[in-house]
C-alpha cells in the first residue's frame, strides 16, 4: 500500500509505502514481517520507520487518503480482535494513530476524501450504498450516514466533486461519469459534448500553494 502528503514541519512532500513478506504457507499467515518506508521527495531519500501496529492486509483502497496533515488506510486492530479501525500516518511524526470507524466491518467498504471530510463508501449489495462522512475530523460521533439507491444502472465507485446545485460526480466501475441528485436520490449520465462522459481513472487532488519542485 502506498500515500502521499505534505509534511508542513519541514515544507516536503513525502511518500509513504506500507510492504510486508509473503509467508507463503498453508498454515500461517501471509502477511508477515510489515515494513513502513517514508520517501522525503525535495531531500531525496528513503528511510524505514516504526512498523505499524494495525493489520494492513485488507485488499481495498491500497492507496491512502490524505487528509489533516496524515494518510489513511482501512486497517484492523490487533490489540480489538481485529476490530475495524481507520489507521492514520502522522506524516510530521511519522507514526500511526487510528481513528474510530462508523461500523465494525471494512467488507465491500473503501475509503476516500470529499467535501474535505473523510468518507467512507459501503457497497450494501442490495443496490443501495451507504455514505459515511466524518463531520468533525477525529470525532466518533460526528459519522453521519447518507443511503443512495443507485439501480441495476449505476454501479457507482467513488465521489469526484460536487457540480453547481445539481448533486455529486461519481465514478462507475464501468468507467462512466454519473450526476447523483441527494434530495431525491437520482442518478443520470454527466453529458459532454452531447455524449455521456467516459472516465478510465480518476482521483481527486488538493489544491496547494506549495511547490513540489526541487
Same mark, same amino acid.
Given at each position: ?16 509505502? +506500507?510492504?510486508?513478506? @509473503?509467508?507463503? %504457507? ?30 494492513? =492486509?485488507?485488499?481495498?483502497?491500497? =492507496?491512502?487518503?490524505? $487528509? ?5 488506510? $482501512?486497517?484492523?486492530? !490487533? ?11 502522522? $506524516? ?12 465494525? =466491518? ?11 471530510? +473523510?468518507?467512507?463508501?459501503?457497497? !450494501? ?15 466518533? @460521533? ?34 462512466? $461519469? ?21 472516465? %478510465? ?14
Amino acid at each position: 500500500m502506498h500515500g502521499f502528503g505534505y509534511d508542513s514541519f519541514i515544507d516536503d512532500y513525502k511518500v509513504v509505502a +506500507l510492504s510486508y513478506y @509473503d509467508g507463503d %504457507t498453508e498454515y500461517e499467515p501471509d502477511c508477515v514481517d510489515r515494513f513502513v518506508d517514508v520517501y522525503c521527495v525535495r531531500r531525496g531519500f528513503w528511510k524505514r520507520v516504526e512498523s505499524s501496529p494495525y493489520d494492513h =492486509s485488507a485488499p481495498v483502497t491500497p =492507496s491512502g487518503a490524505y $487528509l489533516n496533515g496524515a494518510v489513511h488506510w $482501512l486497517a484492523g486492530s !490487533r490489540e480489538s480482535g481485529h476490530a475495524s479501525v481507520i489507521a492514520a500516518f502522522d $506524516l510530521i511524526n511519522e507514526v500511526f494513530t487510528k481513528i474510530p470507524a462508523p461500523n465494525k =466491518s471494512f467488507e465491500y467498504s473503501t475509503l476516500e476524501i470529499f467535501g474535505g471530510c +473523510l468518507c467512507m463508501i459501503v457497497d !450494501r449489495m442490495d443496490m443501495r450504498t451507504d455514505i459515511w462522512v466524518m463531520k468533525e475530523y477525529g470525532l466518533a @460521533d460526528s459519522w453521519i450516514k447518507y443511503t443512495i439507491g443507485c439501480g441495476y444502472d449505476y454501479d457507482i465507485l467513488n465521489p469526484l466533486c460536487y457540480i453547481w446545485d445539481e448533486g455529486v460526480v461519481w465514478m462507475t466501475y464501468d468507467g462512466r $461519469l454519473a450526476i447523483c441528485n441527494p434530495k431525491d436520490e437520482t442518478f443520470k449520465d454527466m453529458i459532454v459534448d452531447g455524449v455521456p462522459a467516459m472516465f %478510465t481513472d480518476g482521483c481527486v487532488f488538493v489544491e496547494s500553494l506549495v511547490s513540489p519542485c526541487l
